[in-house]
């Protein structure tokens, strides 16, 4: 599987953006989809997942991002999403998306799949 992340750029406190995961090589419905992010001087942290169990998506979320981030997914294009809404200082860092087969995880390293990684800066 091959992934390419693009949306990121500068926003100002309080503002949005959405972020795009495109996703080629194999069947993408089958992946649970996530995102994680990388502060400089940190390690790199969950974000948020999302999973098709062939009926649902499940969504998951990390504690600092919940409610103001929404995570989703259009199997048909292969592409998954975050729309970043209330954005603050501390959720600047490149973002990236992964994939990995199987159930949910919020371990960076059980994803097999990585996108390059997509700036996000938000100013006070």
């Known amino acids: 599987v091959q992934l390419q992340a693009s949306g990121g750029g500068l926003v100002q406190a309080g503002g949005s953006l959405r972020l795009s995961c495109a996703a080629s090589?194999?069947?993408?419905?089958?992946?649970?989809m996530a995102w994680f992010r990388q502060a400089p001087g940190k390690e790199r942290e969950f974000v948020a997942a999302i999973m098709w169990n062939g009926y649902n998506n499940y969504r998951y979320y990390s504690d600092s991002v919940k409610g103001r981030f929404a995570i989703s997914r259009d199997n048909a294009k292969n592409t998954g999403y975050l729309q970043m809404n209330s954005l603050k200082p501390e959720d600047t860092a490149i973002y990236y998306c992964?994939?990995?087969?199987?159930?949910?995880?919020?371990?960076?390293?059980?994803?097999?799949?990585w996108g390059q990684g997509t700036q996000v800066t938000v100013s006070s």
């Open positions: 090589g194999r069947t993408f419905r089958n992946y649970v």
């Open positions: 992964a994939t990995r087969e199987g159930s949910y995880s919020r371990e960076v390293s059980l994803y097999n799949y």
